[in-house]
């Protein structure tokens, strides 16, 4: 559910609004710095890492697509998606127990996210209704103007389903962009969408959307990315972490934020070096032995613990 295509809805209902603020960046690097450093630990974890995805060099894209090992080592998809006013978009998909990555080639999408380099995350509610409460949240942080979107997703017969509600602090970004988002409890609902029952009656958590086809893989979830973003694009981000209640923390170089289980890092870098850096995972058992596999201009070492770092290079070639 690439943040491009989010993106692309919400310029339809912008086009008739005066061009937002940028918010914490209007307020200052001090200011934004405040924000980013605070924790709340009495207050509960309302947002956690979903997904993120990249854009990346075409090369490393076919690459992945075209990985016969990628299919073995992970729940590997190529899908095809329509979402809200019939926008399309056709992700490489490795899903997980409760999280995944979604990674695109440099072309794939319009406009400027047709870029290498560019991307976006999603960070979800796990109890239905807490999305009002960040929603709260972000206005007492200094967000005025958060921009809310309604997902939806056709499953073949032109009949939109009610997908999922997000939030961004901005509809201005350089090439990263964050949203907080709940699943809708009309898709759960729906039986084409192959999820699990609730785990408890206020239930839209991660792990419900997802497939447990994760078991036959070796990878179970993201546990560590690592994403090259401008220093804007964080700036607007860091809002959004501080309402989700992520821990966060502030680096010579960015910022690096934690949700319990999944680590973020942000480094802040020019807009011609922005990217997927690095993904970390849990893998269901260990591995035997360390296994390297190049996949096109990117490297995943497999072991030999229960671990996988895929490192990410070339992001800017054409």
Do not use: K
Not at 159 to 184: I, K, L, N, Q
Not at 238 to 257: E, F
Not at 259 to 274: A, L, N
Request: a negative charge; charged letters at 25%.
């Amino acid at each position: 559910m690439s943040h491009m295509l989010i993106r692309g809805a919400l310029r339809t209902v912008l086009a008739v609004v005066v061009a937002l603020p940028f918010v914490v960046v209007a307020a200052g690097a001090g200011t934004a710095r405040a924000v980013a450093t605070e924790d709340c630990p009495h207050q509960p974890r309302l947002l956690y890492y979903n997904h993120a995805y990249g854009v990346l060099d075409r090369e490393t894209a076919d690459a992945i697509e075209g990985s016969a090992y990628l299919r073995e080592f992970a729940n590997f998809e190529l899908r095809t998606t329509t979402g809200a006013d019939g926008h399309t978009w056709t992700g490489r998909y490795l899903l997980g127990r409760e999280t995944y990555l979604e990674l695109f080639a440099a072309g794939d999408l319009p406009g400027q996210d047709a870029r290498a380099g560019s991307g976006g995350m999603g960070l979800s509610t796990e109890r239905a209704d807490d999305l009002a409460t960040v929603l709260a949240r972000l206005r007492e942080l200094g967000v005025t103007d958060p921009v809310e979107f309604g997902q939806t997703r056709d499953f073949g017969d032109g009949v939109p389903v009610p997908w999922f509600d997000s939030v961004f602090t901005t509809a201005r970004y350089d090439a990263f962009g964050a949203w907080g988002m709940e699943y809708r409890p009309e898709y759960f609902a729906d039986p084409r969408s192959d999820t699990e029952p609730p785990a408890h009656p206020r239930d839209v958590g991660r792990e419900r959307y997802l497939s447990d086809d994760y078991r036959g893989h070796r990878m179970r979830d993201v546990t560590g990315i690592h994403l090259a973003v401008t220093a804007r694009d964080l700036a607007n981000t860091l809002p959004l972490l501080r309402a989700g209640n992520l821990t966060v923390r502030h680096r010579p170089d960015g910022v690096v934020a934690h949700d319990g289980s999944t680590t973020i890092r942000f480094e802040t870098v020019p807009h011609d070096r922005t990217g997927l850096r690095r993904v970390e995972m849990s893998l269901n058992r260990p591995a035997g032995h360390r296994h390297e596999e190049r996949i096109g201009r990117s490297t995943l070492v497999v072991g030999p613990s229960a671990r996988a770092v895929w490192t990410f290079g070339g992001a800017h070639a054409n």
